[in-house]
């Protein structure tokens, strides 16, 4: 088989066991999967410059994602094709390649975001030479990528942030949060993104699930960015939602750090004490000191 032959083969493993955590954990065991890896690597080192598909590189990194594979070695291997021709990535590929390698990122044990910096660098690069040719969705993806694999490149944020405010409209809930996340997690404020983001919210508070608006307020408040409309909507919001402890210590902590006195805060954190409260023992150690 050719690249494109096993590169479908291991993307169609992946997505069948997408969302089954036994059968992923019985195919990572399975010889089979360990041949295929091996021969998509052999196919990857005898490829020609001029022969370099973006979209096999793509499905490979995203179905070693998925099934939570981490062969670095074969990862070396794509990330090294990868910058050499990132030229001829669509802007989906990219996203989806970034998102692969942060998510594999975030469940190595290593030294975190060492293994894909140099990709990273590249990508970040490339992107903000050519960011009027990528839409919303997949800059909130590419940021998020960035800000989870922990790579931090101003130029590139600042770039993608001007780009993104013309778009917020089309944005969708989650789209919203992961912008706002990974601005926050980065440390990099742009008033005019989170106006804008907080503004596409309020229309959209009642689309929002417990992660995303806990995880849109919070890159909120990481940034000391507060705006009184969307906060004090977000805590009415909050009180009809089904909130675990990770939901609850984020968002009160969100309140708490950008307006401790104000009286959304103080009506907040009343109306959600009683839930906190029965909810005790779930909370870890550092959701409790928030």
Do not use: Y
Not at 177 to 198: K, S
């Amino acid at each position: 088989m050719n690249l494109v032959n096993l590169s479908t083969a291991i993307h169609r493993l992946a997505k069948i066991t997408a969302n089954d955590p036994r059968a992923q954990a019985v195919l990572r065991q399975h010889p089979a999967l360990e041949e295929l890896q091996a021969a998509i690597a052999s196919a990857l080192e005898v490829l020609e410059p001029g022969e370099v598909q973006p979209q096999s590189l793509s499905n490979v990194v995203w179905s070693l994602a998925t099934m939570r594979l981490l062969n670095w070695s074969l990862l070396q291997v794509v990330a090294a094709l990868a910058m050499t021709n990132i030229s001829l990535f669509k802007p989906f590929e990219l996203s989806t390649m970034l998102w692969a390698f942060a998510k594999l990122v975030s469940t190595d044990h290593g030294e975190p975001g060492s293994n894909v910096k140099p990709f990273f660098h590249v990508a970040a690069n490339h992107i903000t030479k050519h960011v009027q040719d990528f839409g919303f969705r997949c800059l909130a993806t590419t940021a998020w990528a960035f800000a989870t694999a922990r790579q931090r490149h101003a130029r590139f944020f600042r770039s993608i942030a001007a780009q993104m405010i013309p778009m917020v409209h089309a944005a969708n809930c989650q789209e919203m949060a992961n912008t706002a996340w990974a601005f926050g997690t980065t440390d990099f404020h742009d008033d005019q993104l989170f106006t804008a983001l907080a503004e596409r919210a309020l229309m959209q508070l009642h689309d929002f699930k417990p992660q995303e608006l806990s995880n849109l307020l919070w890159g909120f408040a990481t940034n000391g960015f507060f705006h009184e409309g969307l906060f004090a909507s977000s805590g009415l919001a909050a009180q009809r939602m089904n909130l675990q402890a990770q939901h609850l210590a984020n968002i009160l902590w969100a309140f708490a750090r950008v307006q401790p006195r104000h009286h959304a805060t103080q009506a907040t954190t009343l109306s959600l004490l009683p839930l906190c409260i029965s909810q005790l023992e779930s909370f870890k150690p550092q959701e409790t000191g928030t």
